[in-house]
């Protein structure tokens, strides 16, 4: 299997593997022998691309489903939201990632070169804002101060201009380049635009970049997955949003429920409808859907809600409907 490029959760690739198998030894719906594709001989190479941020979700899938179907060779790259569907809509991989729902532009690619999809809705993520562990004189952001950090054309280079009880420290800023879906994401809640925002800052595709920026400035500001905060809160110090209902900190819980707004949002797959004419796709796409709580849960993402599972149930039929002859 060809592992994304990124180096980030490279370490926790491997750990990540391992629970899995632990965790489908214990779990009925892991069962090579419940339906899933194993024992059948199963080959052939399954193309997935997109988010990076969902692309640990699709490894540890793949991974799992390679356990019972070694001779699938399943790939994961990381081009980003946009690019993954771009790649997607051109016929060139069979699943996209996405860290947020396809555009209406990306939809037009799509019909226009015949693509059918369904939008599957795998698990739960909350993006995280984070400064420097060393940072003792914010606790919590307001939306509305979010937004006059990031709005295009912002020129808050301080914290003081931030709030005057804050003390003089430069604020710089660190978050993801303009490809990424968590970009998207955040400038949609941010700022009420998706893609609107100030430009001076450190962009990139590579989280442990905004790790490190944060980590190591006084006065650090940067956003990314809660997953990510997660691998480093000994390095990082989270902060709570107020997203107008008082001060609130993403949870397994305040994700799923919704209470930790805007910054809530689910991860997503787009299986392309007519590669599930081959049985190799189609196995792993079922068996994606079997083996969701665990493949969150060890990814250290939230898992889905017992409505937002049986919405994926009904999804997953729909993609099967527009499959079928």
Not at 3 to 30: E, F, H, K, N, Q
Not at 73 to 96: D, H, M, P, Y
Not at 141 to 150: A, C, D, F
């Amino acid at each position: 299997m060809n592992i994304p490029r990124s180096p980030r959760r490279a370490t926790a690739r491997v750990s990540l593997a391992a629970a899995l198998v632990v965790a489908a030894g214990a779990c009925g719906g892991a069962d090579a022998g419940s339906g899933d594709g194993g024992g059948d001989g199963l080959s052939g190479t399954i193309r997935v691309d997109g988010s990076s941020t969902v692309a640990p979700l699709s490894t540890a899938a793949a991974q799992l489903f390679q356990q019972h179907n070694p001779g699938v060779r399943i790939t994961v790259g990381t081009s980003g939201t946009g690019g993954g569907f771009e790649k997607f809509c051109n016929g060139e991989t069979e699943i996209a990632d996405a860290s947020r729902p396809i555009t209406a532009e990306e939809q037009a690619l799509c019909a226009e070169k015949g693509v059918r999809y369904e939008e599957l809705r795998v698990a739960n993520d909350g993006l995280s804002v984070v400064v420097n562990k060393d940072n003792d004189f914010v606790d919590c952001l307001t939306v509305e101060q979010l937004r006059r950090i990031w709005e295009p054309g912002s020129r808050i280079d301080n914290w003081n201009q931030v709030d005057p009880g804050f003390p003089d420290v430069e604020l710089e800023l660190f978050g993801p380049g303009t490809d990424s879906g968590t970009f998207d994401y955040f400038t949609q809640a941010v700022n009420g635009e998706e893609g609107a925002s100030r430009t001076d800052y450190s962009p990139s595709e590579d989280d442990n970049v905004t790790v490190q920026g944060v980590s190591g400035s006084r006065g650090g500001l940067g956003y990314f997955g809660l997953s990510y905060y997660e691998e480093n809160k000994d390095r990082l110090k989270l902060l709570r949003i107020d997203g107008g209902n008082g001060c609130v900190a993403p949870t397994g819980t305040t994700v799923r429920d919704g209470t930790y707004r805007p910054l809530s949002r689910s991860l997503l797959i787009y299986p392309n409808a007519a590669a599930l004419d081959r049985k190799e796709v189609e196995a792993f796409v079922e068996y994606y859907i079997e083996n969701n709580a665990d493949i969150a849960r060890a990814a250290q993402f939230v898992p889905l809600s017992s409505a937002q599972e049986a919405e994926l149930r009904q999804d997953l039929t729909r993609l099967r409907e527009q499959h079928s002859p």
